[in-house]
């Protein structure tokens, strides 16, 4: 079983920066795919910047230009730099991971607990 621990959230005022991380443990065999997710109150879960194994990135608009994500393959960690934050970016920040089933040869959704990440006006 996999489990992934977010790190990095907190409150920040408009126009700062934050790093968020994400590390998996447990019975790993192999991570695919690795993503960032969040879910502002009262709104639906949306995908925020998404990275593949290798390497190719996809963004949300809305983050395009302030946020990057970045992998580390050996650590199975995946970050998010969050530069020029809006009060619009406030939300619980979630990492998801696709891993690797030992028993079915199957990639898997794994999600972490979330972090929240509150910007001040």
């Known amino acids: 079983q996999v489990q992934l621990v977010e790190s990095g959230g907190g409150l920040v005022q408009a126009g700062g920066s934050l790093r968020l991380s994400c590390a998996a443990s447990?019975?790993?065999?192999?991570?695919?795919?690795m993503g960032w997710y969040r879910q502002a109150p009262g709104k639906q879960r949306e995908l925020v910047a998404h990275?593949?194994?290798?390497?190719?990135?996809n963004y949300a608009d809305a983050v395009k230009g302030r946020f990057t994500i970045d992998r580390d393959s050996v650590k199975n960690e995946v970050y998010l730099r969050m530069n020029g934050l809006k009060s619009e970016d406030t939300a619980v920040y979630y990492c998801?991971?696709?891993?690797?089933?030992?028993?079915?040869?199957?990639?898997?959704?794994?999600w972490g607990q979330g972090t929240l990440v509150t910007v001040s006006s």
């Open positions: 998801k991971m696709d891993s690797l089933d030992r028993w079915t040869s199957r990639y898997l959704e794994v």
């Open positions: 447990g019975e790993i065999f192999s991570i695919g795919a």
């Open positions: 990275i593949g194994s290798g390497g190719r990135t």
